[in-house]
Every structure is written in structure tokens, then in C-alpha cells.
């Protein structure tokens, strides 16, 4: 194993976790029930493999999604944190302070695959600023989510004109 170690959260920070060593297998799964429970066209998953999963603040909640798998989430924010059955652990790969250091190597579940994923790359793009005249309140949006790093305390405290 190596001595890499990942950190990360839910959106909320209510959740934190620490993996040290290689993760196994960054994933894409297309199943109706990943689907389901990411709410999206497909769950991406890191499975653990036999790195060391800590979890370093709160306690997940869970949902048994079928009878051989459990899904753990934030009580809190409903960030989807883990995929749990008996051939092991996967934590959602977005959930991962730094995402992008994990790129998925295999897709599963592909029968369940939108038969327009494969093409999404070549949707138009803007960024969240070109549509700064239909969405004005954009422009001085706050952040309310947990920043990408272990933090001594939660919730983080922001200022009270932010507060709702």
C-alpha cells in the first residue's frame, strides 16, 4: 500500500473521511439504482480496495437499497457518501476533496447506461457566469458548502449578514 492519503466530505462538512493507501477502482456505475440514488445519469464510486477508510467526523446515515447493498449519506446535506456490499466499500469519487486525482478506469452497470451519455461532451458549454442576465442573484452568490480540506471545527461559522 501506498503512502497516499485522500480526504474528504459531504457538501455540509457534517461527514469528513481520510483514506490512506491506493484506492482500487474508480468507477462509473450506470445501474437504475445507482441512478436512483445519486439522482443522476450515473454514480461515480472509488472502491477502497484495501486502502484504510477513516472517518473523521460525524456518523453516516443508511439506506438498504437492495438486500445485499447499503448506502450511507449525510443526515444533514443528503450528499451520497458510500456504496456497501459484500465485496466491499465504495465512497462517492465527487465526494473526494480532489476529484479530479481519481479518474474512473471502468464503467459498470452499462445495460442501465442513457443512451445519451456518451455524447454529453458535445453539448454546448457555458460557464456559470454566462447566464449572469437570467440569473442576476449570481453575482454575489455565497458558498455555504464545506471548502475542500479538513477543518478544525463544524459548522464553520459565516458571517451573520449570510445567515437565513
Not at 484506492?23 to 445507482?34: G, K, L, Q, T, V
Not at 461515480?44 to 473523521?56: K, M, Q, S
Not at 478506469?105 to 447566464?131: A, N, S, Y
Request: aromatic residues 10%.
Amino acid at each position: 500500500m501506498s503512502d497516499a492519503a485522500r480526504t474528504g466530505g459531504c457538501q455540509c462538512g457534517a461527514i469528513r473521511f481520510r483514506l490512506e493507501g491506493e484506492p482500487f477502482e474508480p468507477s462509473i456505475c450506470h445501474c437504475r439504482m445507482c441512478q436512483k440514488a445519486f439522482g443522476a445519469y450515473y454514480a461515480p464510486l472509488v472502491a477502497i480496495g484495501e486502502a484504510r477508510l477513516t472517518w473523521t467526523r460525524g456518523t453516516l446515515k443508511y439506506f438498504q437499497s437492495s438486500n445485499h447493498v447499503r448506502r450511507g449519506f449525510c443526515a444533514d446535506c443528503g450528499t451520497p457518501m458510500t456504496y456497501e456490499a459484500a465485496d466491499g466499500i465504495a465512497i462517492s469519487a465527487g465526494s473526494f476533496d480532489d476529484p479530479a486525482s481519481l479518474p474512473p478506469v471502468i464503467q459498470f452497470g452499462v445495460e442501465g447506461k442513457l443512451p445519451f451519455v456518451d455524447r454529453l461532451h458535445t453539448l454546448p458549454e457555458r460557464h456559470t457566469l454566462d447566464d449572469i442576465d437570467s440569473a442576476p442573484f449570481l453575482s454575489d452568490i455565497v458558498s455555504y458548502q464545506h471548502p475542500d480540506h479538513d477543518t478544525e471545527t463544524w459548522p464553520i461559522e459565516r458571517p451573520a449578514e449570510n445567515k437565513q
